[in-house]
């Protein structure tokens, strides 16, 4: 149990506080191709089978967010890598002034950002927003938050904050982000140090039956050249306040029954492009794609990720709300 | 008979047709019979798959009868499984004050009413299982295998060990699975876990131990689908001598066997917060 797991447990406070807003959505249309990412020239060690050998630990803190900011609208990249650096010494995250219940200040945070050169993670639509919700969506968004206002039991909180899942795809996350890549023939396992395991089959078979739910899905898998494609699907729709952990993330979004394509390129020895697809009409007007690049991180040492095990700050924070309804129905009773 | 349980056949053909070795791990006891084993690229045994015990150690290490559900309602759904002990020479040698700790701690296993009962067994609240208990828990888990390090993923809850096969570290902080170091005896994979906190137990029936743990497992191939698993416990604040248990771990070859999700952090939720729900 680290101190980190611990406070993890009160991030939800801070979240209900800061809602953000799913903000300006660009009209787009409904028929999008389905995502290619671009092709890579290099070639990986292979593993003693003959796969490529992507074992080791990854990580892949970002500067750039989700979306692409306001200022740079219309600009998909950096010139280069001097033009992002100067961006990011600009933007740079300092949230040491941040106080009182949830606040996470320096401390917490790795912040060994990877070098990207894309404005936003968002690189589908192009314009590095995210497709509108349908009508429907919109609908169970509102009604998700205004349950988690509430704070009527755990099951308004993140998944992360219950210490279920860190949940899939991953977005960047403040810290223990690192993620270890460990395979065998037939398999691949991605091993996030922030508790979830991810075991994909190699060997095309079907996903599992229609009533097997997974926070994080069910993963299948095949090697195409030398990037792993993986292929989601079977998650439970008892996400909340966004299916992914991470900063950037829309709270509230109904992540459901979704389908999700990932595409793990190797671009050199030390990094993967990572595209995550996301694929749910009943959600989303059109599916949308993140790239997010991971890089090889060799002194990174997972940790043993004991979160349920010292998690009191749920339990403490449902009984407030309690205490504090009740001393407000007191109230209530008192001025009458 | 689906087509993928063929080859346990062709194994247990070739299990009788082998002549039987004398291998014997490292406890006393008859030879076990011995089948040829898949090796790695670097000869190494391949211990690449998902494993499960058969045993009912996770009840209890030691000998047990039958037994009745320790909640009421549940009936013959919730009784204990007999089983003899898995332990060589049959008792935990405890130290006469931890044996007392011990029947304490069977007394308040399960201690029947809503909350987080700290008392309790560490499976009833979905903590992490600890060594060994991890490897014989009522799930499978998968074995990955490379050059330099092996990783162990349990379907329990989000349980797994990371095993690097180099040079030793020493353990940098207590933890429920402990900080593990292997290496390769002949085909025995061995692996030495310390620095695990004094949170975990071994079983359902209260055997534990201290801050003090060190395990010693040994995992050695006997056939492609079956290995013999042995743990070797030092505590000398808790017992009076190392021991050490010992039970075989099969090869799943279901088809398309893989591990599911068990997040029983979800799973207890109303048991121990059940009281703060909105009404």
């Known amino acids: ?28 249309g409904p028929t999008a191709r389905p995502f290619t990412p671009p092709p890579s020239t290099y070639s990986p060690p292979r593993t003693p089978w003959g796969d490529p050998d992507l074992m080791g630990v990854w990580d892949y803190q970002s500067l750039i967010r989700m979306e692409r900011p306001a200022d740079l609208a219309g600009k998909a990249r950096f010139a280069d890598e001097a033009e992002y650096r100067a961006w990011a010494k600009a933007n740079a995250p300092n949230r040491d002034s941040e106080t009182g219940v949830g606040a996470y200040n320096e401390w917490w945070n790795d912040r060994n950002f990877v070098v990207n050169l894309n404005t936003s993670l968002i690189v589908d639509p192009p314009d590095g927003r995210y497709p509108a919700l349908t009508p429907a969506a919109e609908q169970r968004r509102k009604e998700i938050l205004a349950r988690a206002r509430e704070l009527a039991s755990w099951e308004d909180y993140h998944a992360l904050a219950r210490c279920i899942a860190s949940q899939t795809p991953n977005a960047p996350q403040a810290y223990n982000s690192g993620t270890y890549i460990m395979q065998s023939p037939g398999w691949v396992a991605i091993i996030r140090e922030r508790l979830d395991t991810r075991l994909v089959p190699l060997d095309g078979r079907p996903h599992v039956g229609d009533n097997i739910r997974h926070w994080n899905g069910d993963a299948v898998g095949r090697w195409d050249g030398n990037t792993l494609v993986v292929e989601t699907t079977n998650f439970t729709d008892k996400q ?35 595209y995550a697809t996301v694929v749910d009409p009943t959600t989303w007007t059109r599916p949308w794609t993140f790239n997010l690049p991971w890089e090889r991180d060799p002194d990174y040492q997972l940790f043993e990720y004991a979160c349920h095990e010292g998690n009191y700050a749920l339990t403490n924070s449902l009984r407030g709300e309690r205490v504090q309804e009740a001393e407000a129905a007191r109230t209530r009773e008192a001025g009458k | 008979m689906t087509r993928r349980a063929r080859p346990a056949v062709f194994a247990a053909v070739a299990l009788v047709l082998a002549s039987f070795g004398t291998a014997r791990p490292s406890a006393q006891g008859p030879p076990l019979p011995q089948a040829p084993i898949p090796r790695t690229p670097d000869g190494r045994p391949d211990l690449n798959g998902v494993w499960q015990a058969l045993s009912t150690a996770n009840f209890d290490l030691e000998d047990h009868g039958s037994g009745p559900s320790p909640v009421l309602l549940m009936g013959a759904l919730g009784a204990t499984p007999p089983g003899e002990s ?49 490897t014989y828990l009522p799930h499978p888990f998968q074995i990955f295998q490379s050059s330099t390090v092996i990783w162990m993923v349990y379907q329990y809850s989000y349980a797994r060990r990371e095993i690097p096969l180099g040079a030793p570290t020493e353990a940098p902080y207590e933890s429920w699975m402990g900080w593990s170091n292997g290496r390769w005896e002949g085909d025995t994979l061995v692996v030495d876990v310390t620095g695990f906190n004094g949170e975990t137990w071994f079983d359902r029936s209260g055997n534990y131990h201290s801050d003090a743990l060190r395990v010693v497992e040994r995992y050695t191939p006997i056939g492609a689908y079956h290995l013999m698993y042995e743990a070797t416990i030092e505590d000398p604040k808790t017992f009076t001598r190392p021991w050490t248990i010992s039970m075989p771990l099969y090869r799943r070859i279901d088809r398309n066997v893989r591990l599911l999700e068990f997040k029983c952090p979800e799973l207890v939720e109303e048991l121990h917060m059940g009281e703060y729900r909105k009404r």
């Not at chain 1, 991030?11 to 300006?24: C, E, N, Q």
């Open chain 1, 240 to 274: 909340r306040l966004g299916g992914m952990s991470g900063a950037s993330v829309p709270a509230g979004i109904p992540f459901g029954s979704f389908r999700l394509v990932e595409h793990f390129v190797p671009v050199s020895r030390d990094r993967i492009e990572y």
């Open chain 1, 1 to 28: 149990m680290t101190h980190r797991a611990l406070a993890s447990a009160s991030l939800a406070a801070a979240v209900i506080a800061l809602w953000p807003s799913l903000g300006a959505v660009t009209a787009q």
């Open chain 2, 86 to 134: 898995v332990v060589d020479g049959g008792r935990i040698p405890y130290r006469p004050e931890a044996l007392a700790k011990r029947n304490e701690n069977r007394k308040n296993a399960v201690p029947g009413t809503p909350g987080r009962h700290l008392q309790a067994d560490p499976e009833l609240n979905c903590f992490l299982p600890g060594v060994p208990r991890a």
